[in-house]
């Protein structure tokens, strides 16, 4: 907690492993205020729904903005459609690249406990991890997850959630 991340807007975030929440500072005239229990899902629900959040690189009008995070973790990132009903239940998965690793992340981050695995890791490596925290389910984007980490899933009974980035649209979202 000693190293805050300073953000564009003046505001200070650090984060608390005691309470696994964010610390906020809004900076005032006489010195900051550390406000506790700010999460990922209270940070996204009370920002600036237009403000841009996620810029797509090869795109740089298409944006996700704070609202469309959220949006898409309350209706299509929603972990219940696969099972998750407890913020201690376990969701494996191997990062999908650019902006979806992100929405991914956020997603399982608000609603679970995210385990997200090297995507260079090998069958071994999956096997040891499921072993290790006996995941509620494991997440795979077609086209992207290696066969590797789903013939881990399945061999171990792991249930798979099959997933599609969206091609078009905004950056970053999936199905």
């Not at 997603?107 to 069958?123: K, R």
């Not at 077609?142 to 997933?163: K, N, Y």
């Not at 091609?167 to 199905?175: I, V």
């Amino acid at each position: 907690m000693d190293h805050p991340i300073s953000m564009s807007n003046g505001i200070d975030y650090r984060f608390d492993p005691s309470g696994l929440t964010i610390l906020l500072s809004d900076p005032g005239p006489k010195g900051s205020t550390w406000y506790r229990g700010l999460s990922i899902y209270t940070m996204l629900e009370s920002a600036d729904r237009a403000r841009p959040f996620i810029r797509d690189v090869k795109r740089p009008n298409n944006h996700l903005t704070y609202g469309d995070v959220f949006d898409f973790i309350e209706r299509g990132g929603d972990l219940r459609r696969w099972g998750i009903r407890e913020r201690g239940q376990i969701v494996m998965y191997m990062p999908p690249p650019g902006p979806a690793g992100a929405v991914v992340l956020l997603s399982i981050c608000t609603q679970a406990v995210a385990m997200p695995l090297d995507p260079e890791a090998t069958y071994d490596d999956v096997i040891a991890a499921i072993n290790q925290v006996n995941p509620t389910v494991a997440i795979a984007f077609r086209g992207i997850t290696s066969d590797l980490f789903v013939r881990a899933a399945q061999d171990s009974e792991t249930p798979i959630c099959w997933q599609e980035i969206l091609a078009e649209g905004k950056p970053g979202l999936f199905r």
